[in-house]
């Protein structure tokens, strides 16, 4: 089955960095556009950025030009790097894996990412 893991999370000072990787299995990692989402209570889950699987790269309007995103399909790798870290980017943050054939996502667990002021 689908599995998503993510690893990365934590606490981070503002004004800091964090990278966040997500492995995918039981699928191919490849063939699917890749994605990371955040939700922050009380909000709606959001994107923040995605790698399609051409590499063709989204990003949200939240963290655009403060972060980079990456895959790497022969470790089944996406990678997610922000910069310029606020406390407005305190959330759970949530790898996607979109398959366009049959218009399904799936999800990871989430990883909580928490920015002291």
């Known amino acids: 089955q689908v599995q998503l893991v993510e690893s990365g999370g934590g606490l981070v000072q503002a004004g800091g960095s964090l990278r966040l990787s997500c492995v995918g299995s039981g699928f191919s990692f490849s063939s699917y556009h890749m994605g990371w989402y955040r939700q922050a209570p009380g909000k709606q889950r959001e994107l923040v950025a995605l790698v399609s699987s051409g590499y063709s790269e989204v990003y949200g309007d939240s963290v655009r030009g403060r972060s980079s995103i990456s895959r790497a399909n022969a470790m089944n790798t996406v990678s997610l790097q922000i910069d310029s870290l606020k406390p407005d980017d305190t959330a759970v943050y949530y790898c996607?894996?979109?398959?366009?054939?049959?218009?399904?996502?799936?999800w990871g667990q989430g990883t909580q990412v928490t920015v002291s002021s």
């Open positions: 996607g894996a979109y398959d366009a054939i049959t218009r399904r996502t799936y």
